[in-house]
């Protein structure tokens, strides 16, 4: 029997930042536009913020649920090709980028049980390609991925995945948003004796 075969939804959870990743080829132009270098990640300042909005015109954007954990939960998924054995938790915005960043991720088998936040919009990455695909500029905008509270772990239904997950993923990037919610996690985990990663 393969784990496939064992795993039930909600087996394996992660928690971490949810970003947007929004991927479009760009060019040098661009990149000096919003004074970004190729083949660098950097979080965003001020004056990266209209990037976000000048890539939704591009007509050839793409878009993939990102950050560390929930593009790990997605990896996993597509090895075990049975849905909803990951469930994904972290923070983003009520707005259209969470929404697309939710039927993403739903679209390649992840249960997503986000947080909203109504004071900041959802965490996304900028992510331009140049030199014919060799290279990428990342440029991250956290925003309400920050904003997660360990109060989120005891909505009834979430506590009961929680409380029932085989495998734990917890992130070093999630760990400085809240480090109460990771003990909490952990302290679960430790107590089922279920393996917790950290990545």
């Known amino acids: ?19 947007l990743d929004m991927t479009v080829v760009g060019d040098q132009n661009l990149l000096d536009k919003y004074d970004l270098k190729s083949n660098n990640a950097i979080l965003a300042e001020e004056k990266h913020m209209p990037l976000y909005e000048e890539l939704m015109k591009n007509k050839n954007i793409e878009y993939t649920a990102g950050g560390s954990a929930q593009n790990s939960l997605r990896v996993a998924q597509w090895v ?14 009520k707005d259209k980028y969470s929404e697309i960043l ?14 909203y936040s109504s004071e900041k919009p959802t ?12 290279d990428r500029s990342l440029c991250a ?22 409380e029932n997950a085989k495998f734990y993923l917890v992130t070093g990037f999630f760990l400085q948003v809240n ?14 004796k279920c393996p917790f990663y950290s990545i």
């Open 123 to 134: 965490g996304t990455c900028a992510v331009i390609v140049t030199n014919n695909g060799k």
């Open 1 to 19: 029997m393969s784990d496939s075969n064992i795993l039930k939804p909600g087996s394996i959870v992660g928690f971490c930042n949810p970003l």
């Open 102 to 115: 939710k039927l993403k991720a739903n679209s390649e088998g992840v249960d997503v049980k986000y947080q």
């Open 179 to 192: 480090a109460k919610a990771v003990q909490k996690i952990a302290k679960i985990a430790f107590e089922r």
């Open 141 to 162: 905008n956290l925003s309400a991925a920050e904003t997660f509270t360990e109060d989120h772990l005891d909505v009834p239904e979430n506590k009961a995945i929680i």
């Open 80 to 93: 075990l090709e049975k849905p909803n054995v990951t469930v994904f938790f972290g923070a983003v915005g």
